[in-house]
Nanobody, 114 residues
């Protein structure tokens, strides 16, 4: 079993930045890729960014150039640096990882005001 705990969400004005963190614990000896998804009210959960254990990254087109994902393997933690935030980035952000199966965090709310 793997537990994921997100932190760093909040209310921010458009154009500002936030940094999300997600710490993994439990049976983490075989952590693979980690990433972030988000779900706005009334919408489906969508991919935001991911990073492999080797550091290869992928981003949704909507966040390319504004968001940056990174990970600290020693701390089993993944980060999402979000810059130039827009109101349309408002959503609950969920951490994800794969270790024999997919695991999800409980989500952290990000609200961007115009």
């Amino acid at each position: 079993q793997v537990q994921l705990v997100e932190s760093g969400g909040g209310l921010v004005q458009a154009g500002r930045s936030l940094r999300l963190s997600c710490a993994a614990s439990g049976s983490i000896f075989s952590l693979g890729a980690m990433g972030w998804y988000r779900q706005a009210r009334g919408n489906k959960r969508e991919f935001v960014a991911s990073i492999t254990s080797g550091g290869s990254t992928a981003y949704a087109d909507s966040v390319k150039g504004r968001f940056a994902i990174s990970r600290d393997n020693a701390k089993n933690t993944v980060y999402l640096q979000m810059n130039s935030l827009k109101p349309e980035d408002t959503a609950a952000y969920y951490c994800w990882t794969y270790a024999s199966r997919s695991y999800w965090g409980q989500g952290t709310q990000v609200t961007v005001s115009s």
